[in-house]
Structures are given as C-alpha cells and as structure tokens.
C-alpha cells in the first residue's frame, strides 16, 4: 500500500483526529515530521502525542522524536517557526524521511502540516511535499476539512490545486469538531457535487466511523 497523507484545507481542522483513527484501523505507523507549537509544556495535548497513542507507543515527551524529526516551539508555519531558532527545513532531507519511513513500514500513515499550501522554507510548499513523494512512494492522498461555514469553497479550491497538479486525494473526509450553522450532512452533499468520483465522509468527533475501506 502507498503512503497515505493527510492533508488539509486548513490548520486546526482535524488532520491529527482522522490521522490517529486511521492509524488505529489499520493497525498502520504514523509520522508528522514537522510540528510546530511543541514543548514539553504542551506535549501531553498534542499531535505528536495523540499519534504515539494511537499506535500504542509510550505518550512521552521523550517518545515524541519517534513520529516528527522537525519539532519547533514557536506554532507558526514551519519555515517561519524554523527562522525564530536560526533553523531551516531542508527540504530534500524531508522527502527523503518519509520515503525511507514508507520502505520500513506498511501501512504508513503521514501527517502534513497546516494546509495545503503552508510554506516550508522558502520555495516549497505542502503541495511541493507532497509532489515529491508521489513520485517517489505512489501516495494515497487524503484531504481532510472542516464543518465551518466557508468551507464548500475552501475545499473545492483545495481539490483544484491537487487536481491540478495530479495528486488528487483518494477521498475528502468532512471534520466535524462541533455542530456548525450548516447540518454537516448538508455540507458533505455540496462538495460531493463536485467532487466527481471521489468520496466524501463524514467524520463526527466521538462519533463511530470508518475509513479504512478508502484503503
């Protein structure tokens, strides 16, 4: 199986939710190489630490180099986060961890960063990130997005760029953290309408869902 990567139409969406679900279901590995916003103080309510969770791992702050490599305190986008501690992502080396990750383990499950076209340094972006891999692994994108009001154009827009550049996601799963002004049942059918032959579900939090079928 392909690397599946979790991407997004936005930040604080549900990536790690849908992430750490399928990680469980598919009894996979999962890495988020890069996070920002991480110190031993914030740690305990994390992504790194909801990953090593959901594969049975220690929930340590030690542990938490065991699923991102790059980890920066400050919580902004990876290449302004890496500049505040004189530090640079590079890029190439990036790739080249989640490759090796993806021959060491099946099935992986890789966690992006922000959305889609978050910056990493200072001419790649997710969207480069995940160009790459998909030349190197095949990759089996899967683009997450919110409940929100706003959202239907945030994720058709998202799904333009992809298709755009031939990496369109194997499924879009609807992130429901809270009941939002729109019935989220009303949301899904919208950006199903354009979304052509690819599935769109719906992900409540708490609520009992599978994905592992998309896979």
Same mark, same amino acid.
């Given at each position: 199986?392909? &690397? ?10 549900? /990536? ?15 890495? @988020?190489? %890069? ?8 740690? +305990? ?5 909801? %990953?090593?969770?959901? *594969? ?5 702050? $030690? ?12 919580? %902004?986008?990876?290449? *302004?986060?890496? /500049?505040?501690?004189?530090? !640079? ?14 021959? #060491?383990?099946? &099935?992986?499950?890789? $966690?992006?960063?922000?959305?889609? *076209?978050? &910056? ?9 990130? *995940?160009?790459?891999? @998909? !030349?190197?692994?095949? %990759?089996? &994108? ?17 799904? =333009? ?8 996601? #194997? =499924?879009?799963?609807?992130?429901? @953290?809270?009941?939002? +002004? ?5 949301? !899904?059918? !919208? ?5 052509? #032959?690819? +599935?769109?579900?719906? =992900? ?7 994905? =592992?079928?998309?896979?």
């Amino acid at each position: 199986m392909p &690397p599946i990567f979790v991407t997004s139409s936005g930040t604080e969406i549900g /990536k790690t939710y849908v992430s750490a679900m399928l990680t469980r279901e598919l009894k996979a590995r999962a890495i @988020k190489p %890069l996070v920002s916003g991480l110190d031993e103080e914030t740690f +305990p309510g994390s992504d790194p630490a909801q %990953l090593l969770a959901s *594969m049975g791992e220690p929930v340590t702050y $030690e542990n938490a180099g065991l699923v991102s490599r790059w980890r920066f305190r400050a919580a %902004l986008s990876p290449d *302004m986060a890496a /500049k505040r501690e004189g530090r !640079a992502i590079d890029f190439d080396e990036l790739v080249a961890e989640c490759v090796s990750a993806a021959k #060491r383990h099946d &099935p992986l499950v890789i $966690e992006g960063v922000g959305g889609l *076209m978050v &910056p990493l340094d200072e001419r790649h972006t997710v969207l480069d990130w *995940m160009t790459a891999l @998909k !030349a190197e692994t095949g %990759l089996a &994108p899967l683009l997450v997005v919110g409940a929100y009001l706003g959202t239907i154009s945030h994720t058709l827009t998202s799904l =333009a760029v992809m298709r755009a550049e031939n990496i369109a996601p #194997r =499924a879009i799963v609807v992130s429901e @953290k809270e009941p939002g +002004p729109v019935p989220v049942g009303e949301t !899904a059918a !919208a950006i199903a309408r354009f979304a052509g #032959r690819i +599935p769109v579900r719906i =992900a409540p939090r708490g609520g009992a869902v599978s994905l =592992a079928d998309l896979f």
